[in-house]
């Protein structure tokens, strides 16, 4: 038996079922075709169906405000913007995440310092966070990262403490909660994203919830070009963009948000109960999930795999055979962000960031764990699967670790 699978093994494939995202019916197609016959496409004035979508998503979370914008980049970058940082004003961020985490701080003339995440969650380390603050610490973007809330109770805590303001990245979070609270809401704003593989998808967009009205209303004009309530077409207040939504993505994340309760229900029922299933499987541990975590939206299905459990099978070799054995799911990052050439080279273009900045030297031990040896995913359209196709994961998962043992 070889121990590299490929995608050619499809007759052996122990899960039978396809998993197919986006999720959409008759009701979508027609909301889009409204707008279109409508012809009021674009979204000049952020109104219409852009500001229906906003007020449904704000009371779906619980906040006061939501605001719109292009993609989940530029919805975290506003909401930094908009909290005041200024040039040269240190945010700490985790590693272990998306490039747009860390980049939106530089494209704010800000500089990144990474705390690295806890072995447990692979969430930002609370533990960690106090040595990494200076004077120039003004914020924390905490990423719920693939739908697992952060320790925001200790967050908030250092936060108030020190004065900080806290983003919530929660791209992966939507529907998520913490405590019973609904994450984005608990820091001072939250972003998500609606590119196409997150669970509340348009194809692309982002939106910043808060309760702050300062925050809010400085989205709401840097989006729209630095225009003002009230304000002429031809007049600019602030230094912003044309960041706007259209109405057609608009209609449709009001037709999927109407999805959303009911998918996360399903992933989260899903998520526990393989868990269960994967209790007795040496050499594999899910994240831990602490009592606050109450709701995760299990973008990704994650755990941790040891080869030694595995007859020495690299990570990678061992997501290409559950690939093949039609589980849906990757090997994540290949390393933490700061390897990244944009930060070891600081490739920084025209932004202004202070020359005695050097990631070359920075080291978080955990990220580089998960991300060379440790993390695996499960994609979040495969937890919206069956109890049964939970049970044919772990199936897979064991039928590999025998396998490999038997090459020994
Ligand atoms: C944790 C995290 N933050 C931010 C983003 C950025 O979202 P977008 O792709 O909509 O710009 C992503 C996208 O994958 C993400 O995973």
């Given at each position: 038996?070889?121990?590299?699978?490929?995608?050619?093994?499809?007759?052996?494939?122990?899960?039978?079922?396809?998993?197919?995202?986006?999720?959409?019916?008759?009701?979508?197609?027609?909301?889009?075709?409204?707008?279109?016959?409508?012809?009021a496409?674009?979204?000049?004035?952020?109104?219409?169906?852009?500001?229906?979508?906003?007020?449904?998503?704000?009371?779906?979370?619980?906040?006061r405000?939501?605001?719109?914008?292009?993609?989940?980049?530029?919805?975290?970058?506003?909401?930094?913007m908009?909290?005041?940082?200024?040039?040269?004003?240190?945010?700490?961020v985790?590693?272990?995440?998306?490039?747009?985490?860390?980049?939106?701080?530089?494209?704010?003339?800000?500089?990144?310092v990474?705390?690295?995440?806890?072995?447990?969650?692979?969430?930002?380390?609370?533990?960690?966070?106090?040595?990494?603050?200076?004077?120039?610490?003004?914020?924390?973007?905490?990423?719920?990262?693939?739908?697992?809330?952060?320790?925001?109770?200790?967050?908030?805590?250092?936060?108030?403490?020190?004065?900080?303001?806290?983003?919530?990245?929660?791209?992966?979070?939507?529907?998520?909660?913490?405590?019973?609270?609904?994450?984005?809401?608990?820091?001072?704003?939250?972003?998500?994203?609606?590119?196409?593989?997150?669970?509340?998808?348009?194809?692309?967009?982002?939106?910043?919830?808060?309760?702050?009205?300062?925050?809010?209303?400085?989205?709401?004009?840097?989006?729209?070009?630095?225009?003002?309530?009230?304000?002429?077409?031809?007049?600019?207040?602030?230094?912003?963009?044309?960041?706007?939504?259209?109405?057609?993505?608009?209609?449709?994340?009001?037709?999927?948000?109407?999805?959303?309760?009911?998918?996360?229900?399903?992933?989260?029922?899903?998520?526990?109960?393989?868990?269960?299933?994967?209790?007795?499987?040496?050499?594999?541990?899910?994240?831990?999930?602490?009592?606050?975590?109450t709701?995760?939206?299990?973008?990704?299905?994650?755990?941790?795999?040891?080869?030694?459990?595995?007859?020495?099978?690299?990570?990678?070799?061992?997501?290409?055979?559950?690939s093949?054995?039609?589980?849906?799911?990757?090997?994540?990052?290949?390393?933490?962000?700061?390897?990244q050439?944009?930060?070891?080279?600081?490739n920084?273009?025209?932004?202004?960031?202070?020359?005695?900045?050097?990631?070359?030297?920075?080291?978080?031990?955990?990220?580089?764990?998960?991300?060379?040896?440790?993390?695996?995913?499960?994609l979040?359209?495969?937890?919206?699967?069956?109890?049964?196709?939970?049970?044919?994961?772990?199936?897979?998962?064991?039928?590999?670790?025998?396998?490999?043992?038997?090459?020994?």
């Open positions: 038996m070889a121990l590299m699978k490929t995608s050619q093994d499809q007759s052996e494939k122990t899960v039978s079922s396809t998993f197919l995202w986006p999720v959409f019916d008759e009701r979508d197609v027609q909301a889009v075709t409204e707008v279109a016959r409508s012809g496409w674009g979204n000049p004035d952020c109104s219409g169906l852009v500001e229906k979508f906003e007020k449904e998503f704000a009371e779906y979370c619980g906040s405000f939501a605001v719109t914008c292009a993609n989940g980049s530029v919805s975290l970058r506003l909401a930094l908009a909290s005041g940082v200024r040039p040269g004003d240190e945010v700490i985790p590693p272990y995440t998306f490039i747009a985490t860390a980049s939106v701080v530089i494209e704010c003339n800000c500089v990144p990474f705390v690295d995440i806890h072995p447990d969650t692979y969430n930002l380390d609370p533990g960690k966070i106090e040595e990494a603050i200076t004077p120039k610490t003004r914020a924390i973007i905490p990423v719920h990262f693939a739908g697992l809330a952060c320790e925001m109770d200790a967050i908030m805590e250092i936060a108030a403490k020190h004065n900080l303001t806290v983003i919530e990245d929660a791209a992966h979070a939507h529907g998520g909660t913490y405590r019973g609270k609904m994450l984005g809401t608990i820091g001072h704003a939250g972003s998500f994203s609606f590119q196409s593989s997150k669970n509340l998808n348009a194809g692309e967009g982002g939106i910043v919830v808060t309760d702050d009205e300062q925050i809010y209303d400085r989205i709401n004009s840097l989006r729209n070009v630095g225009r003002v309530k009230g304000g002429m077409w031809y007049e600019h207040h602030y230094l912003g963009c044309n960041y706007r939504i259209t109405q057609f993505q608009a209609a449709l994340l009001s037709s999927q948000l109407k999805r959303l309760e009911e998918q996360t229900i399903i992933r989260d029922k899903n998520g526990r109960y393989l868990t269960e299933l994967l209790r007795d499987v040496k050499g594999l541990t899910p994240l831990w999930r602490s009592a606050e975590a709701r995760h939206t299990y973008h990704l299905y994650m755990f941790r795999y040891d080869k030694a459990h595995f007859n020495g099978m690299s990570k990678r070799d061992f997501v290409a055979q559950l093949a054995e039609g589980v849906p799911s990757s090997a994540g990052y290949p390393y933490p962000l700061y390897k050439a944009v930060f070891q080279e600081k920084f273009m025209c932004y202004a960031i202070p020359e005695d900045v050097d990631y070359t030297k920075v080291y978080c031990a955990v990220a580089e764990h998960a991300c060379a040896e440790e993390a695996v995913w499960i979040q359209h495969a937890m919206l699967g069956t109890l049964q196709d939970m049970e044919d994961f772990a199936r897979a998962i064991r039928k590999i670790q025998n396998e490999a043992r038997s090459v020994a």
